[in-house]
């Protein structure tokens, strides 16, 4: 189910999240993903899939076989940025986040950021 707000349609609402969070990360990271794109997962839940956004020497520690380093710095770097993902949710879709839960593979090189929203008034 897509959900407009304002003066724009659906299909742009959510083009507009996946814009906001790939600027997020690139301004946070210094690199952002190369792929984005942001779903509705039934009526609550936005799911945003991010790829492409892993640093050179982040595939050199996954290489060396530090899988477990790469994954703890993709997780502090998503508590961190957590705060301003959910503000971007909530502006575009105009619902507050109640949850909020990050995840990551290396290989395909893959990253979700699921946003689980208050119910709407039906």
């Known amino acids: ?3 407009a707000t304002g003066e724009q ?4 609402v959510l083009a507009s999240i996946s814009n906001r969070v790939v600027g997020l ?12 794109k942001t779903h509705w997962a039934g009526d609550d839940i936005v799911i945003v899939v991010l790829g492409g956004g892993f640093l050179a020497s982040e595939q050199t520690l996954y290489e060396a076989g530090r899988e477990d380093q790469v994954k703890a710095n993709r997780a502090a770097i998503q508590e961190v940025l957590e705060q301003e993902m959910r ?3 909530e502006e575009h879709v105009g619902r507050r986040v109640t ?5 990551q593979h290396q290989n395909p ?3 979700l950021e699921i946003f689980m929203l208050e119910p709407a008034e039906r």
């Open 109 to 111: 090189d893959v990253q």
């Open 87 to 89: 503000k971007i949710i």
């Open 99 to 103: 949850a909020f839960m990050s995840t």
């Open 1 to 3: 189910m897509e959900q």
């Open 25 to 36: 990360m690139r301004e946070a990271v210094g690199k952002g993903p190369t792929r984005c």
């Open 9 to 12: 349609r659906p299909g742009e």
